[in-house]
């Protein structure tokens, strides 16, 4: 029973353009979403995280949005560059289960040079 | 210095036998956790400890068995592997479980392949 999904597995883009990553949610209780990211042989790192009560979240090249209405997230990387090139998670959480959270199953990005 | 560290990397084995794979945290926090990311790469959550104290357990064989020695350790052992526990085991920490919303850290995984 997956309760956070990213239905596509792989995106490619050209480098200096937006890749937009989505993530979607059956849960209407979560209430606290983050994206991992996680290059080979590593282990996921977090990236950037957004509360309920807001709908946009920007940090430098990443910005991450929210429609709860939907219960679908996304995330924006503008301009994308090659370093980008990872599997993007995304993850989601209640205050009632506290720091358990719930993954997709990823996103293969691929930023062409 | 790594932050959460994992041992061993790459771990090949026969079903059947009983392994263990350790984790250590050296940032201090309370909580650890232990993930599994099976062949469809869906990352999901197996353990959680908080102050050496087991507070989730989701719904895993009781073959893997979790050990909490101290809080900046978590390790996972697992009897009588099978075929299907193949799969990448993440360890992770964050700070104390209270705060709901804490970022983890993840160590670089443990790769598990039963023949």
């Known amino acids: 029973d997956q309760q956070v999904k990213q239905n596509s597995p792989s995106l490619s883009v050209q480098e200096g353009r937006i890749s937009i990553l989505n993530c979607d949610y059956t849960?209407?209780?979560?209430?606290?979403f983050l994206w991992y990211k996680k290059y080979p042989a590593e282990g996921p790192t977090f990236l950037i995280s957004?509360?309920?009560?807001?709908d946009k979240n920007e940090d430098g090249r990443f910005t991450v949005f929210l429609n709860k209405s939907a219960k679908h997230l996304s995330l924006h990387i503008v301009p994308s560059q090659p370093g980008d090139s990872a599997v993007y998670f995304c993850?989601?959480?209640?205050?009632?289960?506290?720091?358990?959270?719930?993954f997709g199953t990823g996103t293969s990005l691929t930023v062409i040079p | 210095d790594t932050a959460v560290s994992q041992t061993p990397k790459y771990l090949v084995t026969q079903m059947g036998n009983d392994k263990s794979i350790k984790c250590e945290q050296n940032?201090?926090?309370?909580?650890m956790y232990w993930y599994k990311q099976d062949s469809k790469k869906f990352l999901k959550i197996m353990f959680s400890?908080?102050?050496?104290?087991?507070?989730i357990n989701e719904t895993v064989p009781n073959r893997f068995s979790p050990k909490s020695p101290d809080k900046a350790h978590l390790n996972l052992h697992i009897n009588s592997l099978e075929l299907g526990d193949s799969a990448v085991y993440f360890c992770?920490?964050?700070?104390?479980?209270?705060?709901?919303?804490?970022?983890?850290?993840f160590g670089p995984g443990t790769r598990l392949t039963v023949l």
């Open positions: 992770a920490s964050s700070e104390i479980a209270g705060g709901p919303y804490n970022e983890q850290f």
């Open positions: 849960n209407s209780m979560f209430d606290y």
């Open positions: 957004i509360s309920s009560i807001k």
């Open positions: 993850a989601a959480s209640t205050i009632n289960t506290g720091n358990q959270f719930y």
């Open positions: 940032l201090g926090h309370d909580t």
């Open positions: 400890y908080n102050n050496k104290e087991l507070i």
